[in-house]
């Protein structure tokens, strides 16, 4: 089977660190994603892990362990448009498979 | 360079008929992928077409079925709309990197 798992919700404070993460089980792997989703809006790409390691942009950090099947995204210095859903999404041979997201509240 | 579009934005239908979504893809990307996303949960892969080759399915019926054109937009088709099929339809396109960019999307609402 196929399992991406990601916390359902997670509550931070502007300015602060929030670290969101990911555990798949998947009969294949190619790569990781991670996108952000605003409510009632399309997701946008952050970043895509293929070997283990960091993977730095701005403000937007992601981590792949493909041995532990493990994967964090890192959002320093938190802002309130920051408040969204975070998708993990697996690739494998053309197919792409999302967890249901973390929804993260970036409170004043 | 223009994004991923996709028409409409809203549909209401009743359950037993058709529906046709449409896609048109980012210039230079040759893949389109189709995705069902129910309220509150993630994107599920429904397929994806390559150069007008389905080229990878996930876990829904047949009478969910799609096309892809020589420009590369794509349609996703689903007969006899049942009420779980009310969701957000997400098209994303890409190049040959798997990285993939999502268009606004439809959202469908069966009664």
């Known amino acids: 089977g196929q399992n991406i798992d990601q916390p359902t919700e997670m509550t931070a404070t502007e300015g602060a660190i929030v670290q969101i993460n990911c555990t798949y089980q998947t009969s294949g792997f190619n790569g990781l994603f991670w996108y952000q989703q605003h409510a009632g809006e399309a997701p946008t790409f952050l970043s895509y892990?293929?070997?283990?390691g960091l993977e730095e942009k701005g403000r937007f950090s992601s981590f792949l362990s493909r041995s532990k099947g493990y994967s964090y995204l890192l959002l320093k210095e938190l802002q309130m448009k920051d408040s969204a859903s975070y998708l993990c999404a697996v690739y494998n041979n053309n197919d792409m498979r999302f967890g249901a997201g973390t929804r993260l509240t970036v409170k004043p | 360079e223009t994004g991923v579009t996709q028409s409409p934005t809203h549909l209401i239908k009743t359950r037993g008929q058709q529906v046709t979504l449409r896609c048109s893809s980012q210039?230079?990307?040759?893949?389109v992928s189709w995705y069902q996303q129910a309220l509150g949960q993630g994107p599920q892969f429904i397929f994806q077409y390559y150069r007008e080759e389905e080229n990878g399915r996930g876990n829904f019926p047949p009478r969910f079925s799609g096309l892809q054109f020589p420009n590369y937009s794509s349609e996703l088709n689903v007969n006899a709309l049942e009420l779980d099929d009310s969701a957000l339809y997400l098209c994303a396109s890409s190049s040959d990197r798997a990285e993939q960019f999502f268009g606004p999307g439809t959202r469908l609402t069966v009664l």
């Open positions: 210039s230079g990307h040759n893949t």
């Open positions: 892990n293929v070997l283990d």
